[in-house]
C-alpha cells in the first residue's frame, strides 16, 4: 500500500479506510471499470465486500445503459446483483414523472433513455402544448427540432427536468458534451431553470442508493473517482467517501475533500477479518 499517487500531475496522499462500513455505494465508470473494462482490483475488491456480508449498491450517471444491463455486466463479472440494486438516473427520471403524474414528454435523449421512459408508460409529444415536461438528457443526436420543441413547450409552461447534469463525458477519444450541454441550451433560449436533476450529485440518487440498503448514512461509504459528483454527494448526503485515483481523480476541480484516498479498490479492505454482518 503507497503513502501516496498520482492525479493531474500533483501527488496526492492516499489515505485508506482502516475499518469496515455496513453499506457501500459503488460509482461505475471510472471506478469500477473503464471504458467497458475493470480496473485493477476492482472486481476483486467488490466481490470480497460481498463475501463480507457487507450491502453494496451500485450509481452511475450514464443513461445509455438500463439497470438491468449494468446488472447483467456486473455478474458477467461474478458479481451477485439484481437490477433494483444500480440505481440511474433515467429510473430516477421515471420514478419522477409518475409521481408527478406526468405522462406525455418531451425527452431529448438517446434511444435507451426513450425506451426506458416508453417501457415505463410515458408517452412523446409531438406538439408544445401537449408537452407536460420536457426531459433534458445527453444526446449525441441533438438536432435544433428537438430544442425547439423543448423551448416552445417550457415556454407554454412544461415542467423541465433532467436526468443528469454533467458537464462532460468520457468517451474513446476524450470529452464529449454531456446533458449540461443540453440544460444550458433550454435555460438560455427560455429564462426557465431546470427544477429537477436525477443524478449525481443530486440527493435524489443517494437517497434512493441508501433506501436500497436500508441502512443510515453515517454506515455507509461512497466510492467514486470524481470529487464534483460522487464525493460531494455523500458529504451532503452525511455518506463517508472515498475518492479512487482511477478515472477521473481530482480533476473536476483540482481538489479533494474525501474521507479517504485510494489508489485502486483493493485499498479500501481493511486488515483482519470483517465484524460480523
Known amino acids: 500500500m503507497t503513502d501516496s499517487a498520482i492525479a493531474d500531475g500533483a501527488p496526492v496522499r492516499v489515505r485508506p479506510p482502516r475499518t469496515w462500513f455496513q453499506g457501500y455505494v459503488f460509482d461505475l465508470d471510472g471506478t469500477v471499470w473503464l471504458d467497458g473494462m475493470p480496473l485493477p482490483g476492482a472486481v476483486e475488491a467488490v466481490r470480497a465486500v460481498l463475501a463480507a456480508g457487507r450491502r453494496l449498491a451500485f450509481v452511475s450517471n450514464n443513461t ?25 438516473p433515467a429510473a430516477l427520471t421515471c420514478q419522477y414523472l409518475a409521481e408527478r403524474g406526468f405522462r406525455r414528454v418531451h425527452a431529448i435523449g438517446e434511444a435507451p433513455l426513450r425506451r426506458q421512459l416508453r417501457g415505463a408508460g410515458f408517452e412523446f409529444a409531438t406538439r408544445p402544448e401537449d408537452v407536460e415536461c420536457v426531459v433534458a438528457s445527453f444526446d449525441r443526436h441533438l438536432t435544433y427540432e428537438k430544442l425547439l420543441l423543448g423551448h416552445r413547450a417550457i415556454e407554454l409552461g412544461a415542467a423541465f427536468v433532467a436526468t443528469h447534469a454533467d458537464r462532460a463525458c468520457p468517451m474513446e477519444d476524450g470529452f ?19 427544477s429537477a436533476v436525477m443524478g449525481k450529485p443530486s440527493s435524489r440518487m443517494m437517497g434512493a442508493a441508501l433506501a436500497r440498503l436500508g441502512l443510515p448514512a453515517s454506515a455507509c461509504l461512497m ?7 460522487d464525493v460531494g454527494m455523500a458529504r451532503a448526503s452525511g455518506v463517508w467517501s472515498a475518492l479512487a485515483l482511477t478515472g477521473a481523480g481530482i480533476s473536476e476541480d483540482g481538489t479533494e475533500t474525501a474521507d479517504f484516498v485510494v489508489s485502486d479498490l483493493r485499498q479500501l479492505l481493511p486488515f483482519g477479518e470483517p465484524p460480523s454482518a
Not at 223 to 229: A, E, K, L, N, Q
Request: aromatic fraction near 4%; proline fraction near 4%.
Open 64 to 88: 445509455l445503459h438500463s439497470p438491468a444491463t449494468y446488472a447483467d455486466r456486473l455478474r458477467a463479472l461474478g458479481i451477485r446483483v439484481a437490477s433494483r440494486d444500480v440505481i440511474t
Open 176 to 194: 464529449w458534451p454531456d446533458a449540461a450541454a443540453v440544460i444550458g441550451a433550454l435555460e438560455g433560449s427560455t429564462g426557465v431553470k431546470v
Open 223 to 229: 466510492v467514486g473517482d470524481r470529487t464534483g459528483t
